[in-house]
């Protein structure tokens, strides 16, 4: 029986993975699953809920493995799924913050109240911002989140949104013109995170480990040649081999098992969600981890 891996660019260690084979030497009949090609359907307005296209296609056939950020995860027990946590990653907190524009006025959190916010909505950037808003005293709809694409750092320069939840490689490049409004560092430790069905990881724990071992060997590899790492990324979805290589050495590699840390961070993310309505059932974190 194939074994269906969930990939892109977003998650280095599974991307890095689907480009070197190192999954086939243990498991050869390995499908790999384009995260970029599958229909997202219709997306959720930013204020009406937490898109759902990665945990939805873990439950209808699309794949049995994924990697994300730290939100997905919470969706998908939010929609009622049953998943289990394989592996974290360390804290990611350098690869990405709340940046503004150099000149603007907004000098704090409680500045942004009734302004216009650009984020990939249902990444991990949504988390931070909420994270950061419920520490100023807002909520989510005390600003106006721009749920946006590539195109997030040419918004913020041109003015037509007044702050984004940035992340490298995209940030390297307007990096000069903006200023850290909030440091991810104290806040949120934006992890890497794997997952998958809670009937795959009891009936199938052979591969479920061969696909941990595969990504632990890929990450060693990553961590030695960044450089070569950042073709692969270059080559395949674009962008500068010089800003991948100084995201991927920005960011820790190598699973590691979950935490009660990094549940009790998902568990408030997800008493967040439900508190400002993006998911529709408070829903128990632990209840994921085997």
Known sequence: ????????????????????????????DVTWVD?????????PAPHDGLPSVHSDHLFDGGYDFIGTGSTPPVTAQGKGHDIVYAGI?????????????????VESVADLKGRRIALGHGSWQTTLLLFALDEAGLGWRDVEPVDTGVNAA???????VDAWVGSYPALSRVESQTRTLVETEGLFSHRSLWFTRRDFAQERPEELAAIVAALQESDAWIQENPRQAAELFAADDGGSVDDWENALRRRPFGLHPVSP??????????????ANGLIDRKITVADAVL
């Open 154 to 160: 040419d918004l913020l320069v041109s003015g037509e």
């Open 261 to 274: 840390e990094f549940v009790a961070e998902q568990q408030r993310a997800a008493d967040l969600f439900h």
């Open 35 to 43: 995260l970029r090609s599958l229909d997202p359907g219709e997306r």
């Open 89 to 105: 990653s360390g804290s990611r907190h350098e690869s990405g913050r709340l940046v503004v524009r150099s000149d603007s006025p």
């Open 1 to 28: 029986m194939s074994v269906r891996v969930g990939y892109f660019p977003s998650n280095n260690s599974l991307w890095v993975l689907r480009h070197r084979g190192i999954l086939e030497r243990t498991l050869p």
